[in-house]
């Protein structure tokens, strides 16, 4: 099974972001207590999980201590992670990232990696993914509002390059619709993950699935973790495990229209 | 004195990086005395200090624990640090990133920063280094060859964003002295960062100072952390202060000629 197959077979397309933001978590659980539980009430619904490493750096040595604890332990229940780091760098510095994201201390199915700075820069996480057999998504059209201002100009020669190599998916923004049915057309047999379903405001999913109704991962974070805020830690885990449910369910509806 | 004026406080145009690699560390010496014995024989020289956390987070926990103590210890002296993170992404999660660099458990006077998800995405990063007084130096010609695949592009846009906003330096690659000289022409008080001198074939410096030979932190980092490899450690030690005195004297005759 190659890592495209790992990440779609499981019958879901549910993405579940893991971003934790420790005012928004219940008075008296830890952020680990917090986010192994979400990953207990959400594990039937996930195709993968991404936990975003911004926010586990921002709680410092403890924050990046549990996020190498939490990635471990889901990829143990046989669930592919993809930690969602936006990294890129040149030459030895590229290498040192991925050396640290494939077999390294944040070991991990697939890795987000930004190709802004030239193609000559991903060579070296393509590389070790190829080694090892993980997959690289390459940032092509994020979700946020000001995403064409570089990226149209960047988006015909990724394109190509996506298309040419096994190893790399592609991040497309769910905020574009329209984006979503072109680069999908582009590169019919790419794994895109697909952010800013949701609470970001994207909606129409059909286009970024293939003709099959496969190749995306739509994820989504806040409106998972933080379902039910404000009810009590035994109502939340409720809430969290039904909301993933229904964001599955949403899924697998526009997977099956067109 | 604003973030500026501290990087330039030091009579020094030599940044010295820091990109720790096990294997070219002497035997029987830890990373961390490793690192703590580089700065105490280039404090002298340097006018700043520049961890690349990406080698780093190779080293795991035990490396990110490293880099806070080192940080913290190098801005005890009176040196500011600039951490070479390239992070970059969007919304809440740019604004946990810059949480964790200004204020957090990384904090540290300068990011780089990668701007090429859109402009919206660089102002939670610009707004907590105004906040803190702190800067943000945005990708925008990097040393690699590949530089101007996706760099030429944006320049125009990034060139306008970063003239008007004061928390703003830009990182130029030394390897490009044309590119220099384009911008330090259009942005002629901008804090420019130039990687790839030395060890990447950067050497006509003279166009990324300004007119009174100011303006430029030039980065070194495997010229001066690997000297005298292969020697004793006292030789090694010796051989990396000296290294540091040769460069900071080539750019300071960089700085006075022209």
């Known amino acids: 099974m190659n890592w495209k197959e790992r990440f779609e077979s499981r019958d879901s397309a549910l993405c ?24 207990e009430v959400t594990a039937e619904q996930a195709a993968c999980y991404k936990p975003n490493i911004a926010f586990f750096e921002r709680l410092g040595l403890a924050g ?8 471990k332990s889901i990829r143990e229940r046989g669930i592919p992670v993809l ?3 936006k990294r890129g760098d040149i030459a030895s510095t590229a290498t040192a990232y991925a050396e640290a994201y494939f077999g390294g201390p944040f070991d991990c199915d697939a890795l987000t990696v930004n190709p802004s700075l030239g193609l000559d820069t991903v060579e070296p996480f393509r590389d070790a993914a190829r080694a090892r057999g993980r997959g690289v998504f390459l940032l092509l059209r994020t979700s946020n509002p000001g995403a064409a201002q ?3 100009a960047s988006e015909p020669i990724l394109v190509e390059a996506i298309r040419a190599e096994p190893a790399y998916g592609a991040v497309v923004g769910a905020t574009d619709a329209g984006a979503g049915a072109r680069l999908r057309a582009a590169l019919p047999d790419t794994l895109f993950l ?14 970024f699935f293939d003709a099959r109704g496969r190749g995306a991962l739509v994820n989504s974070s806040r409106g998972i973790l933080y379902a039910g805020e404000g009810g009590t830690w035994t109502e939340r885990k409720d809430a969290i495990r039904e909301a ?15």
Chains 1, 2 share one sequence.
């Open 16 to 39: 579940v972001g893991l971003d934790p933001v420790e005012s928004r978590i219940p008075d008296g659980v830890s952020v680990a207590e917090f986010l192994d539980a979400v990953v």
């Open 64 to 71: 990046l201590t549990l996020l190498a604890g939490l990635v």
């Open 83 to 85: 930690i969602d780091a």
């Open 150 to 152: 570089f990226q149209d």
């Open 194 to 207: 697909v952010p800013g379903f949701g609470a970001q405001g994207g909606t129409d999913l059909r286009p």
């Open 244 to 258: 993933a449910k229904v964001a599955r369910g949403t899924i697998e509806k526009a997977r099956r229209d067109g």
